[in-house]
């Protein structure tokens, strides 16, 4: 497949996205419940609703951006700078939770309080994930039509 200027973008932008994230992930992985992970990495705090609920919530999506997301959408991102359809592919696949993640997120965000009602959190730190999945999620659908 060829590949254009649009590809390049997409795959690079995938690879950063996800590369941050799994590094902060994987920080949240290896020291769960360390202060610097819940400022930074969960938000909120664990005494501003049930703590059990608060860390199994935040350690699942850790663990599988981690080991499970993460490596395929950086998978699909290299595989469609190199122009092959299973880039595309796995592209389009990674671009699920993207979009999936920030549903869950942006309920429990608003029913439970957790983090800081801003225009900065809502419009850089939590939509920059589904436009960059819808985005991505349409042109990778295209390019495999």
Same mark, same amino acid.
């Given at each position: 497949?060829?590949? #254009?200027?649009?590809?390049?973008?997409?795959?690079?932008?995938?690879?950063?996205?996800?590369?941050?994230?799994?590094?902060?992930?994987?920080?949240?992985?290896?020291?769960?419940?360390?202060?610097? #992970?819940?400022?930074?990495?969960?938000?909120?705090?664990?005494?501003?609703?049930?703590?059990?609920?608060?860390?199994?919530?935040?350690?699942?999506?850790?663990?599988?951006?981690?080991?499970?997301?993460?490596?395929?959408?950086?998978?699909?991102?290299?595989?469609?700078?190199?122009?092959?359809?299973?880039?595309?592919?796995?592209?389009?696949?990674?671009?699920?939770?993207?979009?999936?993640?920030?549903?869950?997120?942006?309920?429990?965000?608003?029913?439970?309080?957790?983090?800081?009602?801003?225009?900065?959190?809502?419009?850089?730190?939590?939509?920059?994930?589904?436009?960059?999945?819808?985005?991505?999620?349409?042109?990778?659908?295209?390019?495999?039509?």
């Amino acid at each position: 497949m060829a590949v #254009t200027p649009f590809t390049w973008i997409v795959g690079i932008s995938g690879i950063a996205l996800m590369g941050v994230l799994m590094t902060v992930q994987l920080i949240a992985v290896i020291r769960p419940r360390s202060a610097w #992970t819940i400022s930074n990495v969960y938000g909120g705090s664990p005494d501003s609703t049930d703590p059990k609920a608060y860390f199994a919530f935040n350690q699942g999506t850790a663990w599988a951006d981690t080991f499970f997301w993460g490596p395929l959408q950086i998978a699909g991102s290299v595989g469609m700078i190199m122009g092959q359809r299973w880039g595309f592919l796995l592209a389009l696949i990674g671009s699920v939770p993207f979009v999936y993640s920030a549903i869950f997120i942006f309920v429990w965000d608003r029913d439970m309080h957790v983090r800081q009602n801003t225009f900065y959190y809502w419009c850089i730190v939590w939509g920059v994930w589904p436009v960059f999945g819808v985005f991505e999620m349409i042109y990778c659908f295209m390019r495999l039509l």
